[in-house]
T-cell receptor
C-alpha cells in the first residue's frame, strides 16, 4: 500500500525560483497537512486542508501556497524561494470522519535546500 | 503562548527501561500523542492519551496527567531498533497539533 507519496525526495533550488512539492494519498483521508521540520524545533504546520476544496493557514504560512482540487492531491508551492525555506517538508493526512483523533500518516519527506 | 517541553537527548542500554517525559502548556487540551521518528524517515504514530492514566501497548506505555500538564512514554526491554526520536504532540482547543522538538534516544549495547 502506497499511503502518502511525496515528490521530489530532495531538491536544491536557487533563491528566487519557484518550486512545487507534490503530495498524493490513496487512503481517501479528508484532512491533509504540510509541515516543515527544522533541527531543534518541533514540526510546524504550514497549511492544511480539512476537505477537498478548502484550505487554511497554519503556524508558518508566509511564502507558501496550497490547493486542494480533489481528495488525493495537496501540492505545496513556494513562489519565490528564500534560504530560510531550507528544511525537510512532510505531507500528512488523517481520517477525520470519526472525529479528531489526531493520528497522522506522514509521507517520507522532501528535503529542500535553497541556495 | 503554547509550549511543549521534552529532553533533547537521552541514552539507555539495550534491554533496559527508559522514560521520556513531556510537559505541556497549551490553549485547551484534546489529547496527547507520541510519535516515533527514525533518522531520515517519517514520524509514525505510537500512542494517544486523552484521559488520565496509563495506556499500555506491548513494550511501550504512555501516561497522562492532565492536571499536571505531564506525560511520559515508557519503553521496556529496549532494542537497538528503538534508537529514534520520540515526538510529543498536544491537540489544542482548535484541534491543532502542537509539537515538541523531540527526544533523540540513543541505545547502547
Amino acid at each position: 500500500t502506497a499511503g502518502i507519496t511525496q515528490a521530489p525526495t530532495s531538491q536544491i533550488l536557487a533563491a528566487g525560483r519557484s518550486m512545487t512539492l507534490r503530495c498524493t494519498q490513496d487512503m481517501r483521508h479528508n484532512a491533509m497537512y504540510w509541515y516543515r521540520q527544522d533541527l531543534g524545533l518541533g514540526l510546524r504546520l504550514i497549511h492544511y486542508s480539512n476537505t477537498a476544496g478548502t484550505t487554511g493557514k497554519g503556524e508558518v504560512p508566509d511564502g507558501y501556497s496550497v490547493s486542494r482540487a480533489n481528495t488525493d492531491d495537496f501540492p505545496l508551492t513556494l513562489a519565490s524561494a528564500v534560504p530560510s525555506q531550507t528544511s525537510v517538508y512532510f505531507c500528512a493526512s488523517s481520517d477525520s470522519s470519526g472525529g479528531a483523533t489526531g493520528e497522522l500518516f506522514f509521507g517520507e519527506g522532501s528535503r529542500l535546500t535553497v541556495l | 503562548g503554547q509550549n511543549i517541553d521534552q529532553p533533547t537527548e537521552m541514552t539507555a542500554t539495550e534491554g533496559a527501561i527508559v522514560q521520556i517525559n513531556c510537559t505541556y502548556q497549551t490553549s485547551g487540551f484534546n489529547g496527547l500523542f507520541w510519535y516515533q521518528q527514525h533518522a531520515g524517515e517519517a514520524p509514525t504514530f505510537l500512542s494517544y492519551n486523552v484521559l488520565d492514566g496509563l495506556e499500555e501497548k506491548g513494550r511501550f506505555s504512555s501516561f497522562l496527567s492532565r492536571s499536571k500538564g505531564y506525560s511520559y512514554l515508557l519503553l521496556k526491554e529496549l532494542q537497538m531498533k528503538d534508537s529514534a526520536s520520540y515526538l510529543c504532540a498536544v491537540m489544542d482547543s482548535n484541534y491543532q497539533l502542537i509539537w515538541g522538538a523531540g527526544t533523540k534516544l540513543i541505545i547502547k549495547p
